[in-house]
């Protein structure tokens, strides 16, 4: 089978497609023959050896396709099962697992990270890292969904609490973790305003439901007057140190900042008087688990939502999608198909 196969750390120039065996499923195993993959930033960040993982490896952590085999211990049944991949790796026996919280098992890998991923035609996971492709989606549209909206739902409404009612800065749109914040924002009843560069992104944050979008360059104040001067109940900030004073400065009293990314750094100034006093928080998230993803999926289904899809690809052009990633040039999710 064919897969892109990650040689080194020198990012998009190395990356290169291979021959692999096919891979065969073990106990409680199954083979999922992939009909569309998708990039994340962290893909972009392992081919440039942060994490570094074992070479050669295979980057993903996004996928939908069939079940075509099984191994002991798993029905046969389900064969044939259009399917989409829980994104994460865990123990399973753990205090942490067993409580329902993979995202805190100390064995947790992501797809793609630690462990070869789904930018190949065939890939083999655990049986419990399957769950239904929503109906109404095609296989590239669910393969948006898994780390990026994961990630969302988690971020906004288990760590946020956010509800109905409540106004929401996304600030830098345009990725997959902050268009899924939108259109699950906007299901749940919440008021979303959005931030970035480029005009052409602000008209798609505004033509996916956004009540107002804004230039990048000191947006605080916009936000305030947008919500009569009160500040946004919360921000989504994955950028860091080039915005998070501006996010800051647009949240209400008891207002929270909400992150799982930093693509400008990892290292921010904080004015701790002005959270202080503001009764603000600073919330962080990442990933979530499988509880979490069959929430997002739910809502997926409920409310009939189409992840946007920026371009859709062969394995041979993942070095330039690597690049589209890199550059920030995309809105919406980049799909691989073998």
């Known amino acids: 089978m064919r897969a892109l196969e990650l040689q080194g750390f020198n990012g998009p120039a190395s990356l290169q497609v291979v021959d692999r065996p096919l891979p065969e499923p073990g106990a409680g195993e199954v083979r999922v023959r992939l009909k569309a993959s998708a990039l994340n930033h962290l893909d972009v960040f392992v081919s440039r050896g942060l994490p570094k993982r ?56 992501i797809l793609g990270e630690q462990v070869d991923g789904t930018l190949q035609e065939a890939v083999v996971v655990p049986s419990t890292s399957l769950f239904d492709k929503p109906v109404h989606l095609t296989s590239e549209q669910a393969a948006a969904l898994p780390l990026a909206w994961l990630t969302a739902w988690r971020l906004l409404f288990t760590r946020g609490g956010l509800k109905a009612g409540d106004s929401l800065v996304l600030v830098g749109i345009g990725g997959g973790v902050a268009t899924a914040c939108l259109l699950l924002a906007r299901a749940h009843g919440l008021r979303v305003f959005a931030t970035s560069r480029e005009a052409a992104k602000r008209q798609r944050a505004l033509d996916l439901g956004a009540e107002a979008a804004f230039p990048s360059d000191g947006f605080s104040g916009q936000v305030r007057q947008a919500t009569d001067g009160r500040g946004a109940t919360a921000v989504v900030d994955s950028v860091g140190p080039a915005t998070i004073d501006e996010s800051f400065r647009s949240l209400a009293r008891e207002g929270v900042l909400l992150t799982m990314g930093a693509t400008a750094g990892p290292k921010v100034e904080l004015n701790l008087a002005r959270l202080w006093f503001k009764h603000q928080s600073l919330v962080t998230s990442t990933m979530g688990n499988r509880s979490e993803f069959g929430a997002m999926l739910h809502d997926v289904q409920a409310y009939a939502l189409v992840p946007p899809v920026d371009s859709v690809v062969s394995l041979e052009q993942a070095p330039s999608a690597f690049e589209r990633l890199e550059a920030g040039e995309q809105f919406g999710k980049v799909i691989l198909v073998p």
Do not use: F, W
């Open 54 to 109: 074992a070479l050669p490896g295979v980057p993903g952590a996004d996928g939908a396709g069939t079940v075509e085999a099984v191994g002991a211990d798993v029905d046969e049944s389900n064969i044939g099962r259009e399917v989409v991949l829980y994104p994460m790796r865990t123990c399973g026996v753990c205090p942490a697992c067993q409580a329902g919280q993979e995202v805190h098992c100390p064995k947790m890998a």
